[in-house]
């Protein structure tokens, strides 16, 4: 079994120690270069994602600012509290942009540029510029307790199907439902008109006879269905599969007909960061070769660096395509959001959840 799940509580108690140490208001962007400050998701702290910043920086303990999910990051970055390094996953990265809290990466200082898919650093750039660089990488499907149902879904339109009733949990997200009803539409779900809001707010509320529950934490979703509290898990990440398989579960990571949901998320630097030569040190020690394997094999994502690949375990480079990005292009990669859209999407799901 991968310490993943083992580390993962003792990270998050790390963690809020932390995280309570760290932050404070915004200060001027003079350069001092004396410590750093990161706003990250819990469990990404481990020294081994980013050891060769520690090797050249012995005296300098990163301070980590954690967040639970993308809309408190970037809250938390709007109301003026200081950071130098965050890491929002790819649809919020315009967001950053346009509220001027990064700015645009030399990617000359980033020794392990190169080494990066192109497929992902591409979605980095804003308005002409380099404002973000991909670490980790991931699909959202359906995964299924393929022992507790008579037919394994072969579509995101197959979570509407009768015989799912009471069995499914959905991820907790406005932004990911949106998408997984304008798919099962067939519609573009970044370029709906008010009439298509409508249907797939109608559609997920068609949904709710199939829906036990929502989930909102990887570990939830992997709880539920270790269980058997539900059968099928909908916008789950690749841990949920890889999880309950080392754990000799019956289960089956779909590969749906109108096409996974597929994102990268990644690091920035902030617009009054004090600490610019400290900040690209750090993300060039994330991206190294094996610091980056190590979070990848750690969290079972895709690496964002190619030479990461070989050092992946086998078995999930196979399973889930980590070696050709072309894969990519068989999936609904998520774009950066506008605000206008982002609130659309909260909105449609709220009045979904409230409806009776």
Known sequence: MKKTRILFALMVGAALLLSACAGGPAGPAEQKNDSLTVLEWSGYESETYWGPFAEKYPDIQPDYAFFSEDAEALAKAQSGFYFDVVHPC?????LYVEA????????????????????????????????????????????????LVDEVPTSWADLWDPQYAGQISIFDSGESTFYTAALALG????????????????????LKPNLLTYWSDYTEIIQLLSTGDVAVGA???????STLAEEG?????????????????????????????????????????????????????????????????????????????????QTN???????EQREKMTRIWNEVKSEQ
């Open 90 to 94: 790819g649809s919020w990265w315009g």
């Open 235 to 241: 916008n789950t990440w690749n841990d949920a599969w």
């Open 187 to 206: 519609l573009d779900p970044y370029n709906t008109t008010p009439e298509q809001d409508e249907q797939i707010k109608q559609k997920l509320i068609e």
């Open 100 to 147: 001027g809290l990064v700015q645009p990466l030399d990617i000359s200082r980033l020794s392990n540029f190169d080494k990066l898919f192109p497929e992902l650093t591409q979605h980095g750039v804003i308005n002409g510029q380099q404002y973000f660089i991909p670490w980790d990488w991931a699909f959202e499907s359906i995964t299924v307790r393929t022992d």
């Open 333 to 339: 990669f998520q774009h950066p959001l506008t605000q």
């Open 249 to 329: 579960y019956e289960i089956e990571y779909i590969d749906p007909l109108e096409g996974r949901i597929s994102y990268a998320c990644g690091f920035g630097i902030s617009a009054n960061s004090e600490n610019v030569d400290l900040a690209y040190d750090y993300i060039n020690a994330l991206i190294d070769t094996e610091s980056n394997a190590n979070m990848a094999n750690d969290f079972y994502y895709g690496a964002a660096n190619r030479d990461s690949v070989a050092l992946l375990d086998p078995a999930l480079v196979a399973k889930f395509g980590y070696d050709d990005l072309s894969i990519l292009d």
